[in-house]
């Protein structure tokens, strides 16, 4: 069956300011209505550069009294926020006038943790002296003792961990060995191609050092065969030049011993 709209007592409150907060709502209202509603839901707004939205309040009252009494104190009342803006609110009647069903369900296993076995275990493992396993090396050192047949009747514990450090000490064992391997076996090929480049090098170094030799003897000699044909030249002019000034002397000589007869 509809309820007529006399029988509505539950409201919205909209063009509140986005601004505004529930508190501040509720200090309003308890000012004149204070324990004449028993129901009050609050949606905030938000304020934006782009967009506002505004704000509005659902509330419940206990009377249609208070309704009327509560629209014509507050419809149309005007709300100003920090920047000046105005904000003309409006009541109406909610359009949907039930109000959530307020349920305690108490839950059955409420205070029993105390009385849990599993939550008791854990109190008395938690009372328990706390033994700490010796560290990995440790560890490591006795089982390689144990195996050696060293140290017999101590107790060893192994853990995940240790079987995953050993199997990383075998591993890179492995590896170092193949390393030397490849290394051992390069060295000895590559020395003998070194031996026989050696040898090429030094016959090539004898090779140009007796050429640059048979070079230097032949510029000599071509320089001693150069320097003799000069030295003859020379000679020659010499001679020439000795027997062109001895000539007019002599006829001197010569004529002056006639003319003396």
Known sequence: MKKRPLDRTKVVWRHLPPSITQAFLTEQIDNVFSGRYDWVS?????????????????????????????????????????????????????????????RLRKDSREGTLITDPEYIEFLKFLVKPVENLPSVEIQLERREAERSG????????????????????????????????????????ETRPS???????????????????TDVASNSCSI??????????????????????????????????DSAS
């Open 42 to 102: 609050f949606c905030p707004g938000k304020s934006s550069q782009k967009r506002h939205t505004l704000s509005r309040a659902y509330i419940k009252f206990k009377r249609l009294e208070d309704v009327t009494e509560f629209a014509g104190f507050f419809n149309g009342h005007v709300f100003v926020n920090e920047k000046g803006a105005q904000f003309k609110t409006i009541v109406e009647y909610a359009p949907f006038q039930r109000v959530p069903a307020q």
């Open 224 to 257: 001693e065969k150069a320097t003799c044909n000069c030295i003859a030249k020379v000679e020659k002019l010499q001679l020439c030049n000795k027997s062109n000034t001895m000539g007019p002397t002599f006829r001197a000589e010569l004529l002056g011993g």
């Open 195 to 213: 031996l026989s480049s050696k040898l090429n090098a030094e016959k090539r170094r004898t090779s140009t050092t007796t050429g640059a030799l």
């Open 150 to 189: 060293a140290a017999e009747g101590v107790p060893i514990v192994t853990t995940p961990l240790m079987d995953y450090v050993r199997r990383k000490r075998a591993s890179k064992r492995s590896r170092t060995r193949g390393k030397l391997k490849k290394k051992t076996g390069k060295s000895s090929d």
